[in-house]
């Protein structure tokens, strides 16, 4: 349960970062445009993130289920994230840092024992 | 007349997803119910729900099966799982309808027969029209995969328009959105769907290779896909049959984890043989060994050798497809994927009749518009109303009904003929979309309600108190989509909202002017 929940998350931060690397999104989200340092930032930690949780979850359950879990996950995530932010962006982008604050902090502090 | 690549591209994702978006839409519907097949048998037999705990008796179930089709040369049962605690029994003999039954596994004792959450897998791969079925789905696949293609083609900025999602303009931007939105971010769930569903049915769509290299003996062909060999006959019956339980415990230990079938073959032969198959969920491709044992004797004869590679190939395509791998969390999310995929054909529907609406007036009912329209109405609204009416009959019919599970079937027909018609008959003055819709909230809503009136043992506090997770969850999950109905049926009868409600989210005047001007995203031919 715990490494779905950071799969998830961990994709759904990812997506959010991607997004607001976006200048037009950025300026929907926060009224101006983001700084070409904010926005490469941005950008970096998006595909960081999903990078990390395809390697937790390739570690997790081996390549073959490894990668399906992942790319379900990378798909449901994006679909929340664009569903959920014109609605509720404040939400939105708080799920995203929180949720991903918690995974990142379950996966340091309380490694599964099938993961590492 | 079709003056660009991207022009005629637009042309064909109109017209070949136009002409099968219904059939794919049962199809994708079916298949995402189809996700969770084993628990709903397992909901849909009350039989089962009490059972006492102990180990599964494999051989009193055999002897049931045996008492059933007495002239079988090969029967086939499947233990007991997380997923299904019902032992299954297979059995076909010539000239005779084909055996499927789910059996006590404590005394082998025959279970009141249901059509089961089987209903909707067979419904998926072949609308339960039998072989022309089959080619059916085979067909609409094919053309999916073509519309999938050239949608992408047509779509000039996928990048751009990547995370985009506009509901509040209300009309044919919003649907486009929502088409847009469930066809790009679920691309790589839709693509892999289409392809492996058609993969797994070649050999019906593609004989050449059979016909020729096998002289169209499937039998033979499948023999040597598969890499299994099969004994020879003694014309003599056997002294006696091994213990079926002895067999499996011996299996799983040998395995180190569980069995998917016991196969039974040449039962009435001193040449009987067991085998039994491992399940093989930790893999995308299942199960890989096969252990042969005696079946005089009861005694290991060995491993029969893997399958061959490209069997093996076949198996990991068509694993990926049918999700029997990684427990019951990636089921769900397939479960989710899916219901993404009813979504983009609804909204893909929905926006072929937005695009045109002027037309649709000016035609009236009577004119393929309006065949249009009582199609969408008829299969979007009416199939989810006809799943629900199948849960419903379960519980409704008596258990001592016979030909009970052909009564099931009848009744989904049944509700889904009279959901189309009531449809059709509102199309002209009313709300046929707020009907249907709110019918099919207020059936799940009530669905715990009727189930806990019916089985009181199998309501949802009951099987909450046993923690009995699967049952508990059927209940949870209508509830939950009775909310998501519910909240259909309210957004199709309140007038279209044009007022937005976060200034915040409000794109500044120069992007509406921007964007407007590219609105077509899809063109029309």
Redesign the interface.
């Known amino acids: 349960m715990t490494m779905w929940l950071s799969l998830l998350a961990l994709n759904y931060l990812s997506w959010a970062c991607l997004c607001l690397a976006v200048a037009r999104h950025y300026r929907q989200h926060f009224g101006v445009d983001p700084s070409p340092v904010r926005s490469r930032v941005l950008r970096i930690i998006g595909w960081l993130t999903t990078l990390l949780a395809y390697a937790i979850s390739v570690r997790w359950r081996d390549w073959d289920i490894g990668s399906v879990d992942w790319c379900a996950s990378w798909m449901l995530a994006a679909i929340a994230w664009v569903l959920l932010q014109p609605y509720r962006p404040r939400f939105a982008r708080w799920l995203a840092f929180v949720g991903g604050a918690a995974s990142l902090f379950a996966l340091i502090f309380y490694p599964s024992p099938t993961l590492f | 007349m079709r003056n660009t690549f991207r022009q005629s591209m637009a042309w064909l994702h109109t017209w070949a997803g136009l002409i099968v978006s219904w059939v794919l839409f049962a199809i994708f519907l079916g298949g995402t119910l189809a996700c969770f097949d084993k628990e709903l048998d397992y909901w849909m037999r009350p039989a089962l729900h009490q059972l006492k705990p102990g180990p599964p008796s494999m051989d009193a179930a055999a002897k049931t099966l045996r008492g059933m089709a007495p002239n079988a040369e090969t029967l086939y049962l499947r233990p007991p799982s997380d997923r299904d605690p019902s032992i299954r029994g297979f059995a076909f003999e010539p000239g005779k309808p084909y055996i499927d039954v789910a059996l006590n596994p404590r005394d082998g004792a025959l279970i009141p027969p249901t059509v089961g959450g089987n209903f909707f897998f067979v419904l998926h791969y072949n609308l339960q029209a039998g072989t022309l079925g089959i080619y059916l789905v085979g067909l609409a696949g094919m053309l999916m995969l073509l519309a999938l293609i050239s949608g992408v083609i047509i779509h000039r900025r996928v990048f751009k328009d ?7 303009p209300g009309g044919q931007r919003a649907w486009l959105d929502g088409h847009n ?2 066809g790009v ?2 691309l ?2 839709h693509l892999m769907i289409a392809y492996t569903g058609v993969i797994i049915m070649m050999s019906s769509y593609m004989t050449a290779g059979v016909q020729i290299g096998y002289r169209g003996d499937m039998a033979r062909y499948y023999e040597a896909l598969s890499g299994t060999s099969h004994p020879v006959e003694q014309h003599r019956p056997p002294r006696r049959v091994a213990s079926l339980d002895k067999i499996l415990g011996d299996a799983v230990q040998r395995l180190g984890g569980a069995v998917e079938y016991l196969e039974i073959e040449h039962i009435h032969d001193a040449s009987i043989t067991i085998s039994a198959l491992s399940a093989g969920n ?4 299942g199960g890989r060994r096969n252990l042969i044992y005696d079946g005089t004797e009861g005694s290991f004869r060995g491993e029969s050798e893997g399958p061959p590679t490209a069997y093996r190939t076949y198996q ?1 395509l068509s694993g ?1 497809h049918r999700v029997q ?2 427990g019951a ?2 089921r769900w ?2 479960f ?2 899916g219901a ?1 995929g009813c979504v983009m054909l609804a909204t893909a529907a929905q926006v072929w009749i937005e695009k045109r609406t002027r037309q649709v007036e000016a035609a009236g009912l009577r004119s393929g518009y309006g065949l249009v329209r009582a199609l969408n109405v008829g299969v979007i609204a009416g199939m989810p109303l006809a799943s629900v009416s199948l849960l419903w009959a379960n519980r409704l019919l008596p258990y001592e009904l016979a030909g009970r599970a052909g009564m099931e079937a009848q009744s989904f027909c049944a509700i889904w003929l009279l959901a189309t018609i009531w449809g059709v008959l509102r199309l002209r003055h009313g709300k046929p979309w707020r009907d249907l819709f709110g019918t099919t909230a207020a059936l799940l809503f009530a669905l715990p309600l009727m189930n806990a009136l019916t089985q009181p043992h199998s309501s949802l506090l009951a099987s909450i108190a046993a923690r009995d997770w699967v049952l508990a969850g059927i209940d949870a999950t209508a509830l939950a989509f009775g909310l998501g109905f519910a909240w259909l049926a309210w957004t199709s009868t309140r007038p279209r909202q044009l007022a937005s409600r ?1 200034p ?2 409000a ?2 005047r120069s ?1 509406v002017a921007r964007s407007e001007a590219a609105l077509p995203a899809v063109e029309t031919p």
């Open positions: 990547f995370f985009v999602f506009r509901p509040r939105l469930t971010l679920g790589p769930f930790d893999e995308v491709a990991f990926l791998f990684g969390a990636i999310l397939y989710l994927l993404t976060d915040r989210m794109p500044p992007s």
